[in-house]
């Protein structure tokens, strides 16, 4: 696990979230090369969708 508050390496691991940020914010993450990230809203809809095409499911 690896944490930082610099802005040019956080930059590099999250530049959608640094971007439009003021220079002198104060801000840190931590990261793991060796985890993932889960879309958990898509991966129940994908649930939900295989679910529903299922004869012996009904979803209310």
């Known amino acids: 696990m690896e944490s930082t508050e610099d802005p040019a390496l956080l930059k590099s691991w999250i530049p959608l979230m640094m971007e439009g940020r003021e220079a002198g914010e104060t801000i840190a993450a931590t990261k793991m090369d060796l985890g993932t990230d889960v879309n958990f809203g898509s991966l129940t809809r994908d649930l939900i969708t295989n679910l529903a095409n299922k004869d ?5």
Do not use: V
Request: proline letters at 0%; charged letters at 0%; hydrophobic letters at 40%.
């Open 56 to 60: 012996n499911i009904s979803i209310s």
